[in-house]
């Protein structure tokens, strides 16, 4: 490890700003953590993350990469309360029309909500001893050099009073509303172009009590939307014997608050489980609901001018539909890339890091955007390409209720464990013709709500 000197701000002690600091601390004599809001006990949702109400999905990709940066971290999880699982053994997957089959796929997930998730990584990323944390502490705008060429620190306040905090590196990770971009404009800079994607998402969220035969004895159930269908939902394990249930709608199909409402709402849905949950199960909450207008990006690695001694992380550089569970894990993955970075040196760090991060955004961008534009006809994104990709996947999809080889190759590339190319394999083609014309040949496509446990043969 490097000699450390100096002293770096993080903007933001969410997932991404905490993993920032992890690393910092390795590089810092000195990291402190800036959050605007009061910090809540340990499992309980703080106030500037509304998203922590509802169902979230880390990644078995963001797991091993959270792991890697703070070892322990997922025993300690499990000793709180989380559960392991396999995620095709012990998670249902309703993906194109019909659930996939279910096997031992050898990819570890974790359940957990994010509230403990955020608090037992808190808690291990505070106990470093060259980081702090400062609650209440509202950046306001950046510091700079006469010259503003290098940003020298930030202005807060707290207290009901104005200051300035100096660092020699600030990194912003205060998520989707990130106001660097209006920052930067009034230094002078351009801000960053941006991607937008307009989706509609809302979703609907209550927790409930756990039974063990509920949901056919699984840990999760996940209904991804179809174009015939634009109802999505996730009933996740929860620490506690807690069930959350996640109800969620693109452009106008959203879920109600009220308990018959959301009944009745579910029972139009092709995952039975949901219905018999809300019917059956204990309400632990009341309904919160959450909006989500577009996944947005922000393209830092296209600006030919960026100050010294400023970086962006996380939401802050790319927002996406949070229903594929890929924030935390791209905020993870960038932490690492950040750390790799900070080895080779400070000099042009923004430039180097931001050139890194777009190519691990690339991937689940693609992939968020792409299944956005099938499912909603976006036309700038739904090409002739991409309506031919669209095809093969819901055929990979059907083939995967009865193939198990074809559902693992989904799942790795769905975990960023795989690239998407990899679904384009002569084995895996094959696979998806041979599923194809089986369903053919048999004239209909059969349920398969209750499947039998399969094992994979390897291709």
């Given at each position: 490890?490097?000699?450390?000197?100096?002293?770096?701000?993080?903007?933001?002690?969410?997932?991404?700003?905490?993993?920032?600091?992890?690393?910092?601390?390795?590089?810092?004599?000195?990291?402190?953590?800036?959050?605007?809001?009061?910090?809540?006990?340990?499992?309980?949702?703080?106030?500037?993350?509304?998203?922590?109400?509802?169902?979230?999905?880390?990644?078995?990709?963001?797991?091993?990469?959270?792991?890697?940066?703070?070892?322990?971290?997922?025993?300690?999880?499990?000793?709180?309360?989380?559960?392991?699982?396999?995620?095709?053994?012990?998670?249902?997957?309703?993906?194109?029309?019909?659930?996939?089959?279910?096997?031992?796929?050898?990819?570890?997930?974790?359940?957990?909500?994010?509230?403990?998730?955020?608090?037992?990584?808190?808690?291990?990323?505070?106990?470093?001893?060259?980081?702090?944390?400062?609650?209440?502490?509202?950046?306001?705008?950046?510091?700079?050099?006469?010259?503003?060429?290098?940003?020298?620190?930030?202005?807060?306040?707290?207290?009901?009073?104005?200051?300035?905090?100096?660092?020699?590196?600030?990194?912003?990770?205060?998520?989707?509303?990130?106001?660097?971009?209006?920052?930067?404009?009034?230094?002078?800079?351009?801000?960053?172009?941006?991607?937008r994607v307009e989706i509609g998402l809302s979703y609907t969220t209550r927790v409930y009590r756990r039974k063990p035969a509920h949901a056919d004895g699984v840990k999760a159930i996940v209904l991804g939307a179809s174009r015939d269908q634009l109802r999505a939902g996730a009933l996740l394990?929860?620490?506690?014997?807690?069930?959350?249930?996640?109800?969620?709608?693109?452009?106008?199909?959203?879920?109600?608050?009220?308990?018959?409402?959301?009944?009745?709402?579910?029972?139009?849905?092709?995952?039975?489980?949901?219905?018999?949950?809300?019917?059956?199960?204990?309400?632990?909450?009341?309904?919160?609901?959450?909006?989500?207008?577009?996944?947005?990006?922000?393209?830092?690695?296209?600006?030919?001018?960026?100050?010294?001694?400023l970086l962006a992380i996380g939401d802050a550089l790319a927002s996406f539909n949070p229903v594929y569970g890929q924030g935390m894990t791209v905020a993870a993955l960038e932490a690492q890339a950040l750390a790799a970075e900070l080895a080779r040196g400070t000099d042009r760090l923004a430039?180097?890091?931001?050139?890194?991060?777009?190519?691990?955004?690339?991937?689940?961008?693609?992939?968020?955007?792409?299944?956005?534009?099938?499912?909603?006809?976006?036309?700038?994104?739904?090409?002739?390409?991409?309506?031919?990709?669209?095809?093969?996947?819901?055929?990979?999809?059907?083939?995967?209720?009865?193939?198990?080889?074809?559902?693992?190759?989904?799942?790795?590339?769905?975990?960023?464990?795989?690239?998407?190319?990899?679904?384009?394999?002569?084995?895996?083609?094959?696979?998806?013709?041979?599923?194809?014309?089986?369903?053919?040949?048999?004239?209909?496509?059969?349920?398969?709500?209750?499947?039998?446990?399969?094992?994979?043969?390897?291709?």
């Amino acid at each position: 490890m490097a000699d450390r000197s100096g002293h770096a701000i993080v903007i933001g002690a969410g997932i991404g700003g905490l993993l920032a600091a992890r690393v910092l601390a390795d590089h810092f004599e000195r990291v402190t953590l800036l959050e605007r809001d009061a910090l809540p006990p340990a499992g309980e949702n703080r106030q500037g993350v509304p998203q922590g109400h509802h169902a979230h999905g880390l990644l078995a990709q963001g797991r091993i990469a959270i792991e890697a940066l703070l070892p322990g971290l997922t025993r300690a999880l499990e000793a709180a309360g989380a559960a392991r699982g396999d995620l095709a053994g012990d998670v249902r997957w309703h993906l194109g029309g019909g659930f996939h089959c279910r096997f031992a796929s050898g990819i570890e997930g974790l359940l957990v909500s994010r509230p403990l998730l955020e608090a037992i990584v808190r808690e291990r990323v505070l106990a470093l001893p060259n980081v702090a944390l400062q609650a209440q502490a509202g950046v306001t705008g950046l510091a700079t050099g006469a010259d503003r060429r290098r940003v020298t620190g930030v202005k807060l306040r707290r207290g009901g009073g104005e200051e300035t905090a100096s660092a020699d590196l600030v990194v912003d990770a205060s998520g989707r509303a990130s106001r660097l971009p209006a920052w930067l404009r009034e230094l002078g800079y351009e801000p960053p172009p941006e991607e937008r994607v307009e989706i509609g998402l809302s979703y609907t969220t209550r927790v409930y009590r756990r039974k063990p035969a509920h949901a056919d004895g699984v840990k999760a159930i996940v209904l991804g939307a179809s174009r015939d269908q634009l109802r999505a939902g996730a009933l996740l394990f929860m620490e506690g014997e807690r069930w959350i249930l996640t109800l969620g709608g693109y452009r106008g199909a959203h879920p109600p608050v009220d308990e018959a409402a959301a009944l009745a709402f579910a029972m139009q849905m092709p995952a039975p489980q949901f219905a018999e949950i809300i019917a059956d199960a204990e309400p632990l909450t009341h309904a919160k609901t959450f909006r989500y207008p577009a996944s947005v990006r922000r393209r830092y690695e296209k600006l030919a001018r960026f100050p010294d001694g400023l970086l962006a992380i996380g939401d802050a550089l790319a927002s996406f539909n949070p229903v594929y569970g890929q924030g935390m894990t791209v905020a993870a993955l960038e932490a690492q890339a950040l750390a790799a970075e900070l080895a080779r040196g400070t000099d042009r760090l923004a430039h180097r890091f931001f050139r890194r991060a777009a190519k691990l955004v690339d991937v689940p961008w693609t992939i968020a955007v792409g299944n956005d534009a099938r499912l909603l006809g976006i036309r700038e994104h739904n090409g002739f390409a991409n309506r031919l990709i669209d095809g093969y996947i819901d055929r990979l999809h059907r083939a995967a209720r009865t193939d198990p080889v074809l559902s693992l190759a989904f799942h790795r590339v769905a975990n960023l464990m795989a690239p998407p190319a990899s679904l384009l394999r002569p084995a895996i083609a094959a696979r998806v013709l041979l599923g194809h014309l089986r369903g053919r040949r048999n004239g209909r496509r059969p349920s398969f709500d209750r499947p039998a446990f399969a094992q994979p043969r390897r291709s």
